[in-house]
C-alpha cells in the first residue's frame, strides 16, 4: 500500500454494522441461520435458503481457496499502488469474501489457491480482509 491512512472505509450499517463489529474485534463471524444452518453473506434480515429471521453469528474457519480474482491497474483506492489484486475467496464454509491480497505476487494467483483470511484494523468500528497464501 502507498498510504494506508488514505484507504477508503465503509460506513457499515444494518447488518452489516455487526459483522464489522466482530471483525474489528478480531472475529471472523458471520451470519449463519438458526433454524436450517446455512451460512450467509453478506448479512441480512432473512435466510435466503429457508426465509427464517432467526440469526447466530458464528465464528467461520479462515480457510478458502481462491475462486476468482481481478488485477486492477487504475488508482482505485488512493492506499494502494496499481497493479493491485482483489481476489474473492471461498471459505470452508461456502461463504465468498471479497480482500486484497497480501504475501504473494499478482502473477503467482490461481484458482483454488489456499488462503487464510487476516482481518486489518482500519478503525475502531471496522477491519477488512486480507487474503494471505495458507
Not at 432473512?46 to 481481478?70: H, K, N
Request: hydrophobic content about 45%; aromatic content about 8%; charged content about 25%.
Amino acid at each position: 500500500m502507498s498510504d494506508p491512512s488514505l484507504r477508503m472505509i465503509p460506513d457499515p450499517m444494518g447488518p452489516s454494522a455487526e459483522l464489522y463489529a466482530f471483525w474489528a474485534k478480531g472475529e471472523l463471524r458471520l451470519q449463519r441461520c438458526a433454524d436450517c444452518g446455512a451460512w450467509r453473506h453478506p448479512p441480512r434480515f432473512r435466510c435466503a435458503a429457508c426465509a427464517s429471521d432467526a440469526v447466530t453469528w458464528d465464528v467461520a474457519s479462515g480457510r478458502a481457496r481462491v475462486f476468482s480474482w481481478t488485477i486492477t491497474h487504475r488508482p482505485v483506492d488512493p492506499a494502494f499502488d496499481p497493479p493491485y489484486a482483489i481476489v474473492v475467496a471461498e471459505l470452508e464454509e461456502g461463504s465468498r469474501l471479497v480482500g486484497s491480497l497480501a504475501g504473494i505476487a499478482n502473477d503467482e494467483l490461481r484458482l483454488d489457491l489456499p488462503v487464510v483470511v487476516a482481518l486489518e484494523p482500519a478503525n475502531d468500528r471496522v477491519a477488512l480482509v486480507t487474503f494471505r497464501p495458507a
